[in-house]
Nanobody, 120 residues
Framework: QVQLQESGPGLVKPSQTLSLTCTVS??????????WTWIRQPPGKGMEWIGYIGYSGSTYYRASLKSRSSISRDTSKNQFTLHLSSVTPEDTAVYYC????????????WGQGTQVTVSS
C-alpha cells in the first residue's frame, strides 16, 4: 500500500523559506497518471491547493502562490519537496502531501499532515 509521510520544520521565521519533503513508500512517484500534490489548511479555514509535480516532472502551482512556490523531486529517494519562500504568518497551516490520479480524477493517498507555524 502506498504511504506518504511529510517531514520538515514545525516552526519557520517570517521571510524565511519553508521546505517540506514528502516521502513516498509502496509506490513510485514516476508511475503514470499520478500527480504529487501539496495542500494546506490554515487554522479555521478550508483546504488550499498549493501545487503539484507530475509523474513526468511537470509542475503547476496555485496562481496566488506561484511566485513563492516551487516543487521538486528526487526520484532516487522517491521524494518530492515543497519550497515556499518569503513566508508570513498567513502561511501558518497544516501542510499535506497527497497523490492525485488523473484516471480516477481524485486523491488516492494522503499524508497525515504536518503543522507549520510561521512566527518570530
Amino acid at each position: 500500500q502506498v504511504q506518504l509521510q511529510e517531514s520538515g520544520p514545525g516552526l519557520v521565521k517570517p521571510s524565511q523559506t519553508l521546505s517540506l519533503t514528502c516521502t513516498v513508500s509502496g509506490g513510485s512517484i514516476t508511475t503514470n497518471d499520478y500527480y504529487w500534490t501539496w495542500i494546506r489548511q490554515p487554522p479555521g479555514k478550508g483546504m488550499e491547493w498549493i501545487g503539484y509535480i507530475g509523474y513526468s516532472g511537470s509542475t503547476y502551482y496555485r496562481a496566488s502562490l506561484k511566485s513563492r512556490s516551487s516543487i521538486s523531486r528526487d526520484t532516487s529517494k522517491n521524494q518530492f519537496t515543497l519550497h515556499l519562500s518569503s513566508v508570513t504568518p498567513e502561511d501558518t497551516a497544516v501542510y499535506y502531501c497527497a497523490s492525485w490520479n488523473s484516471n480516477i480524477q481524485g486523491y488516492i493517498y494522503w499524508g497525515q499532515g504536518t503543522q507549520v507555524t510561521v512566527s518570530s
